[in-house]
């Protein structure tokens, strides 16, 4: 099956020169623990071109743009949300874009919500795990939660690393915690009701889920409506198109709830071309494959089919 398959990238980030000379003004010179990659326009569309994505949904990846200053982190926000939504104009046939929100401040990220989706049309938004270990799903977001329910708003949610400094870093962050960070979400998301106060918001989740897939019956004990709840969700292959993720993957869900994920430029091309190439590799049937790489995000983002057909 031809790796040039008009693929839709569902987590794809941008690493805009202004963010970063945001950042570096309030001490901010990497990203969890990791340099920034570099990133810019045109390199992003050769990659695309060479790894057959046709379009991808940009967003910010952790560590983010809240750093303690809700003024700062307002400003931020605006200026990531409309860089992104000038590059989906100025390529509209390439891109679309995850709006990120000023939290934890909930009332400027319902007035970025609104400026986001109503005048600068994004797609949806990105939000991370947690912010200062507030996990989604906990009733602080309540209110927010309320305007992406009624607007039945597709969720990007990244993970980012708990806020525990005495967490031993064996290894780099987002090898481990990513993923450990991803399946708290999901099971707060759960266990605090979340998914049944605001059944409507359609929830992305990055790298197959994390662990949630293999630890299914371990936050379940067997539910059957909890483990419905999870089969609801969307998940990502980013870093994850691999026999041992995959096969655990979709034990839990159906291929309908995976999409395509490269994790560009934090993940190097050549990690994502061996990630391309695991999918290609897994013996789907062509209509499973398209369905993961092109079909399930048309469904959710349904302006991009005039652009594919």
Not at 289 to 307: H, T
Request: net charge neutral.
């Amino acid at each position: 099956m031809p790796i040039n398959s008009q693929k839709i990238d569902v987590h794809h980030h941008i690493v805009p020169k202004e963010y970063l000379a945001d950042l570096a003004s309030v001490g901010i010179k990497n990203a969890v623990g990791e340099p920034f990659p570099q990133w810019d326009i045109e390199n992003t569309l050769a990659f695309m071109d060479r790894q057959g994505i046709a379009i991808a949904i940009n967003s910010i990846s952790a560590p983010g743009i809240y750093f303690g200053d809700n003024d700062f982190t307002q400003k931020l926000a605006r200026k990531c949300n409309e860089i992104s939504a000038r590059m989906v104009k100025e390529h509209p046939n390439r891109f679309g874009a995850f709006a990120i929100l000023p939290l934890p401040d909930i009332e400027a990220s319902i007035v970025e919500l609104e400026y986001a989706l109503d005048t600068l049309k994004m797609d949806g938004v990105v939000l991370l795990t947690n912010f200062r270990g507030i996990y989604i799903g906990d009733v602080h977001y309540d209110d927010l939660f309320y305007k992406l329910n009624r607007r039945k708003a597709v969720v990007f949610v990244h993970p980012s690393v708990p806020p525990l400094d005495t967490l031993p870093m064996i290894i780099k962050p987002a090898v481990l915690e990513f993923v450990f960070d991803t399946t708290r979400a999901i099971v707060n998301l759960i266990h605090r009701g979340a998914t049944k106060r605001f059944p409507d918001i359609s929830f992305i989740f990055s790298h197959g889920g994390g662990t949630v897939p293999f630890i299914t019956w371990r936050i379940t004990f067997g539910n059957k409506k909890i483990i419905n709840q999870l089969k609801r969700f969307y998940y990502d292959t980013a870093v994850s198109a691999t026999p041992y993720t995959l096969s655990s993957l979709l034990s839990l869900v159906e291929p309908t709830q995976v999409l395509y994920g490269s994790d560009y430029p934090f993940l190097p091309e050549r990690v994502v071309k061996l990630m391309n190439e695991g999918l290609q590799n897994y013996n789907f049937e062509r209509e499973t494959f398209m369905k993961i790489v092109q079909q399930n995000a048309v469904s959710l983002f349904p302006r991009f089919k005039e652009i594919l057909f």
